[in-house]
């Protein structure tokens, strides 16, 4: 999105010197034609939609920074109203800095906006499934259904609240993706 607006910028100051003087086109012979730029179509500026910042779907697997955790995710398109299945899992290799317990929980997001919490607090051992779904979020106590096209955005806490040689461990893991 950063790009396209940037590239929006662009081509709006380009339109703007156009119209505050003119240019002479460039003949293929001279010096000046050597720009690979085309001053006939500025639109050339323009990068096309979605090139490198498209979001991923709410559909499979996606790993914390920290390699500790992972979300297993699917939406289900099955009527006009969307929900939107998950899991959380401590990987093995991380289960001996989460035991006896690990604390997860989630925040939620729709459309930029804040929403209640598809996964308040839950302690169970490592390698439990932290999973749920989210079909119907709530705003400022007003009531929404997810539909295709919404942009979801959950943050997952997962720590230990026991300290294991004076270390509490977490694992964070954002995850931001487009309903189908």
Not at 34 to 57: A, C, M, N, Q, R
Not at 138 to 145: A, C, D, F
Request: proline share 7%; aromatic share 12%.
């Amino acid at each position: 999105m950063k790009k396209l607006l940037k590239s929006i910028s662009i081509f709006l100051l380009v339109l703007l010197s156009f119209s505050s003087f003119q240019l002479k086109p460039a003949l293929a012979d001279s010096p000046e034609s050597d720009s690979t730029l085309s001053v006939e179509y500025p639109i050339d500026l323009i990068e096309p939609l979605g090139e490198d910042d498209e979001l991923p779907f709410c559909q499979g697997t996606f790993n914390s920074p920290d390699g500790e955790s992972y979300v297993t995710i699917q939406t289900n398109t099955g009527s006009v109203n969307r929900s939107i299945q998950f899991g959380f899992f401590i990987k093995p290799s991380a289960y001996h800095k989460y035991r006896p317990g690990v604390d997860v929980s989630a925040s939620a997001w729709v459309n930029n906006v804040k929403a209640n919490s598809p996964y308040p607090g839950h302690y169970e051992v490592p390698e439990y499934n932290f999973h749920g779904s989210m079909k119907v979020y709530q705003v400022s106590g007003k009531n929404y259904n997810l539909k295709s096209g919404d942009i979801v955005r959950l943050y997952w806490s997962g720590s230990n609240p026991t300290s294991i040689n004076g270390v509490k461990n977490v694992t964070l893991l954002n995850l931001e993706c487009a309903v189908k």
